[in-house]
């Protein structure tokens, strides 16, 4: 399903006035991306996966059955290119059940006693998927990203958010030409589940990367703006009200018809600080433990909402608290700010 009606370049044409210088300078910005990732078009061609010489394990978790992989691709005259390959096990879809215990290819026995056994299934290979996600070329920042990390809890007034972090960011944060790519429709397109093309109030909604469409149980769709000067939840006034307002309702909609999951299944929400300094909500199922989804990341959206009502300058004014790597640039600005 995809509303709303007008053309992306419809959209683009009636561009929101407060929006368009902004958007100027990011297109400057995005044309030489701060990482060094140059990525406007999505490359056809498959990653060599095989070719992948991994130089060590960055995280991995049992319960999460995924493993986080910092690996190397050589090129054909000799440079070694990083890259991450994250490898996860999927959640079992119901209607397959059946296809599985059919068509397993071996049943090995482990252990028994008594009424109780165990086995090694080994399901065929159409339902052994392994859910792949790569970051290629990937960047130092990358790597850090994904790397198993300590995790220090800061408190970020909005001084401190001025004078250390707003510069930090300016300076180092990741690209976000894949978010450009999505909303000018240059990449992920046929995945759009929703758009409210208003350049001021309007967004688009897509699946996460981190979600394979294949089960509800860890639904996990993103809604990233439409207007490119909101970096994130510290910038957001009494202004944006119906811009959220739109993310909320709209988003809810669109997921319950499309996905049959209504709003009061779904925890919708920003992360602070983000990943990516472009204005996003996530929707997650309400029973998925999302990574980011801890009370110190994650701010609802409905929680948001009332407090700018309330209040349109309480981003600029309360202390926000965030989880920061420690090996984490910023952490060590606060630190050598005294703010640790
Ligand atoms: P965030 O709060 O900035 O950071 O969220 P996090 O990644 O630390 O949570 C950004 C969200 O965008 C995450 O949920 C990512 O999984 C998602 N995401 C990142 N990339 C690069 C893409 C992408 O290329 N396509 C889609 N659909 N989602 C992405």
């Not at 959209?11 to 400057?28: G, L």
Request: glycine share 4%; hydrophobic share 40%.
């Amino acid at each position: 399903m995809r509303s709303g009606g007008a053309s992306a370049a419809a959209a683009a044409m009636a561009e929101c006035p407060r929006t368009k210088r902004k958007r100027e300078e990011d297109e400057a910005d995005a044309a030489e991306p701060r990482d060094g990732v140059a990525s406007a078009a999505p490359a056809a061609a498959a990653f060599p996966l095989a070719e992948l010489s991994v130089r060590r394990v960055l995280r991995e978790s049992a319960r999460d059955k995924a493993i986080f992989l910092h690996g190397q691709v050589t090129g054909p005259s000799g440079e070694s290119t990083d890259a991450v390959v994250i490898l996860e096990k999927t959640p079992f879809q119901e209607e397959k059940i059946p296809e599985l215990l059919r068509k397993h290819a071996r049943l090995e026995l482990q252990m028994r006693n008594d009424i109780y056994s165990t086995y090694h299934l080994y399901p065929p290979p159409e339902l052994s998927e392994i859910k792949t996600t790569v970051v290629y070329p990937a960047t130092e920042k990358h790597l850090r990203k994904y790397l198993r990390q300590e995790v220090h809890l800061v408190r970020e007034t909005w001084e401190d958010y001025k004078n250390i972090t707003l510069p930090f960011i300016q300076s180092q944060s990741f690209s976000l030409q894949w978010v450009y790519n999505i909303l000018e429709k240059k990449a992920e397109a046929d995945r759009i589940i929703h758009e409210n093309p208003d350049p001021c109030d309007g967004f688009v909604l897509v699946p996460d990367f981190k979600w394979n469409q294949s089960q509800l149980d860890d639904l996990y769709l993103i809604a990233l703006v439409h207007r490119r000067d909101v970096k994130s939840l510290r910038d957001l006034t009494g202004e944006h009200l119906p811009l959220l307002r739109n993310i909320l309702r709209e988003g809810q909609e669109a997921v319950a018809e499309r996905f049959g999951v209504p709003g009061s299944r779904l925890r919708v929400y920003l992360h602070y600080q983000p990943s990516y300094y472009h204005l996003h909500v996530h929707f997650t199922a309400l029973g998925y433990e999302a990574a980011g989804s801890a009370a110190e990341r994650a701010h609802l959206l409905a929680d948001v909402l009332d407090n700018l009502a309330l209040d349109s300058r309480y981003y600029q004014r309360r202390a926000l608290t965030c989880a920061l790597r420690a090996d984490e640039p910023l952490l060590a600005k606060f630190r050598e700010a005294g703010r640790l």
